[in-house]
């Protein structure tokens, strides 16, 4: 089996930081692409901030020079700084990786199971 961890969501003000982080863990053969999503109730979830296992990162628009990913292969970890937070950040923050479990079969998608964030005005 595998699992996504997160951690790191909570309530902040307007302008504030906050740092979310994912483990995962489980039998891994090769970890993929890491990213973050996020969903508001009553919307589609979108893609925040990806990288990919050698470092090249893509960001959603919406979050460019404020959101910053990292990732440490060697503890299959991906994290998230989110920096001058705003209102419309707000949202469920998911946790996603491609992972192949043995190296016969594909890799899938896995998700973890989602941090709160709310940034007050």
């Known amino acids: 089996q595998v699992q996504l961890v997160e951690s790191g969501g909570g309530l902040v003000q307007a302008g504030g930081s906050l740092r979310l982080s994912c483990l995962a863990s489980?039998?891994?053969?090769?970890?993929?692409?890491m990213g973050w999503y996020r969903q508001v109730s009553g919307k589609q979830r979108e893609l925040v901030a990806v990288?990919?296992?050698?470092?090249?990162?893509n960001y959603a628009d919406s979050v460019k020079g404020r959101f910053t990913i990292f990732r440490d292969n060697a503890k299959n970890t991906v994290d998230l700084q989110m920096n001058s937070l705003k209102p419309e950040d707000t949202a469920v923050y998911y946790c996603?990786?491609?992972?192949?479990?043995?190296?016969?079969?594909?890799?899938?998608?896995?998700w973890g199971q989602g941090t709160q964030v709310t940034v007050s005005s």
């Open positions: 489980g039998t891994i053969s090769t970890l993929n692409d």
């Open positions: 990288i990919s296992s050698g470092g090249n990162t």
């Open positions: 996603n990786a491609n992972i192949q479990r043995v190296i016969w079969r594909p890799a899938n998608d896995y």
